[in-house]
């Protein structure tokens, strides 16, 4: 599976935006996908996942309420619905997916290459 995500830009706080990640290969739909981020020197943290079939969803506290993962399997595309932007939001963004739904990135065999999303204050 190859992924390639997009929809990064600059939003000032409070804002929104929408990321998509785009596979290619018809497993897809057999994938439990997930969304990651690396702010400058920290380490990559989990956001959201969603399983294969689109009927579970999983978020980080820090993002619970304020994002929304979501599927389209016969587009083969994931996206992350983020409202109500902070500037901590602000970091490199990476879909991914793995064979089981799972919140730790070493699980995840697949990556997309990453979109830059920064939350002006």
């Known amino acids: 599976v190859q992924l390639q995500a997009s929809g990064g830009g600059l939003v000032q706080a409070g804002g929104s935006l929408r990321l998509s990640c785009a596979a290619s290969?018809?497993?897809?739909?057999?994938?439990?996908m997930g969304w990651f981020r690396q702010a400058p020197g920290r380490e990559r943290e989990f956001v959201a996942a969603i399983s294969w079939s689109g009927g579970s969803t999983y978020y980080a506290d820090s993002v619970k309420g304020r994002f929304t993962i979501s599927r389209d399997n016969a587009k083969n595309t994931v996206y992350l619905q983020m409202n109500s932007l902070k500037p901590e939001d602000t970091a490199v963004y990476y879909c991914a997916a793995s064979t089981v739904v799972a919140n730790k990135a070493t699980l995840y065999r697949y990556w997309g290459q990453g979109t830059l999303v920064t939350v002006s204050s």
């Open positions: 290969g018809r497993t897809f739909s057999s994938y439990n």
